[in-house]
């Protein structure tokens, strides 16, 4: 029943990622399995292996049906299964991930993909999702949250701030289908807080309009736990 309920999961982001638009380059051949020899040079990519010395390993991954271990401070854990593990992904302009959420308030903390729109999918258990739209025309940032159960799907659009919270009181489980390769990402609170080296305080304490002991104190969670 597991692999049948992985295998739906499978299909249908396989259907969803074929009518949508990558954001990477089209591919001008029939794959190109990245290789990390770079001899000095750098590309918008990855360099490719010979055709004739690819093997089957380069299209593959497994594991993705294992739980992973929640118990990080924000109760979740993403498992990336971008260029970085699958060497055959290179200039296919997709990816997927595997988040599993802790019970009673694992979180997905608020981030951004800066290269790649999300299509997610909820396995297990409930989760409350959404995402902040850019300035619209009357200058305000609107919220968009739906509460997902297991079978439903949403959609994060490419480079706006979502999340993904576990509002249940099991485990729950999501997958997720990225329209890059190597979609990045950016941890709003780490990003903002735990830059190397740490952003002024001055531009923090104006930007959040809160006192410099507050800023003092973020940046000294998130720069510890992000340089450590």
Known sequence: MEGLKFLIVFVVLALASSFASASDPSPLQDFCVAINETDGVFVNGKFCKDPQQVTEKEFFFSGLN???DTSSPVGSNVTAVNVAQIPGLNTLGISLARIDFAPYGGLNPPHTHPR???ILVVVEG???VGFVTSNLANGDNRLITKVLNPG???VFPVGLIHFQLNVGKT???ALAS?????PGVITIANAVF????PINPNVLTKAFQVDKKVVDYLQKQFWTDNNN
């Open 194 to 197: 735990g830059a190397d080296p």
């Open 178 to 182: 990225l329209s890059s390769q190597n």
């Open 66 to 68: 294992v739980p992973r």
């Open 116 to 118: 790649a729109t999300e």
């Open 171 to 173: 485990n729950a489980v």
């Open 152 to 154: 439903d799907v949403f």
């Open 126 to 128: 409930t989760l409350y």
